[in-house]
Every structure is written in structure tokens, then in C-alpha cells.
């Protein structure tokens, strides 16, 4: 399974952007699908995760401006950005990770990810 992430680019402070993650091939019964991010000078961060079950997480500091969803027909995983602030600025990836019964907030239990996209915010 690969991971192709799109809708990345260039946003001022206060806009909105919609990040989109298409796997390439149909994923298990049960399993995850996450973003992270790495701002500038920061290690990879936890963005948020959606369960194939509908179950989701949202990182602290985005909630109330993100939100996370997930079409499973489509085999794809969408990130909404509201009102971008300039530290939403870095490289955002996608991950998965198969026959997942619960999802987690750890890079390291996500074994398949995106080559990742840029997003900046200006102010």
C-alpha cells in the first residue's frame, strides 16, 4: 500500500486548506489512518487519526480548527484546516497502520507513510 497525499501549498494566517491522503490499494478490515507534522525546528507530531471503525482523535492544539475524516470507499483520508495560524506551517504526512484494533497518537506504530506535503502559512 502507498500513500499519496495532495492539496498542500501556500495559505495566509486565518485561511483554510483541505489536505487529502489516497491509499493506493484497499487496507484491512481494521486499521488506521493518521496525520503528523513536522514544524520547523520540532519532531514529527501527532495531527490526529481515524479508525476504520469511525472512532478519531484530533491533537490538542488543532482542535476546534481541524478536523479529520475518512472515505472508505474512496480510500481516503482528509485533513480540514480552519484558521491557519503560522505555526501550522511544516511538512504534513500521512500514515497507516493495518489490522489495527485501536489507533494511536505514535509515529513509531505507523509502519506505512506519505512522502509528505509542505504546507505554509503566511502572515
Known amino acids: 500500500v502507498r500513500l499519496l497525499e495532495s492539496g498542500g501549498g501556500s495559505v495566509p494566517a486565518g485561511g483554510s486548506r483541505r489536505l487529502s491522503c489516497t491509499a493506493s490499494?484497499?487496507?484491512?478490515?481494521?486499521?488506521?489512518m493518521a496525520w503528523f507534522r513536522e514544524t520547523p525546528g520540532s519532531e514529527r507530531e501527532f495531527v490526529g487519526y481515524?479508525?476504520?471503525?469511525?472512532?478519531?482523535e484530533l491533537a490538542r492544539d488543532v482542535w476546534g480548527r481541524f478536523s479529520i475524516s475518512l472515505d472508505k470507499d474512496q480510500n481516503t483520508l482528509y485533513l480540514e484546516m480552519n484558521r491557519l495560524i503560522s505555526g501550522d506551517t511544516g511538512m504534513y504526512y500521512c500514515?497507516?497502520?493495518?489490522?489495527?484494533?485501536?489507533?494511536?497518537?505514535?509515529?513509531?506504530?505507523?509502519?506505512?507513510w506519505g512522502q509528505g506535503i509542505q504546507v505554509t502559512v503566511s502572515s
Open positions: 500514515a497507516a497502520e493495518g489490522n489495527a484494533w485501536v489507533c494511536t497518537s505514535l509515529a513509531r506504530d505507523y509502519p506505512i
Open positions: 490499494a484497499d487496507t484491512s478490515i481494521d486499521y488506521c
Open positions: 481515524v479508525h476504520s471503525d469511525g472512532a478519531k
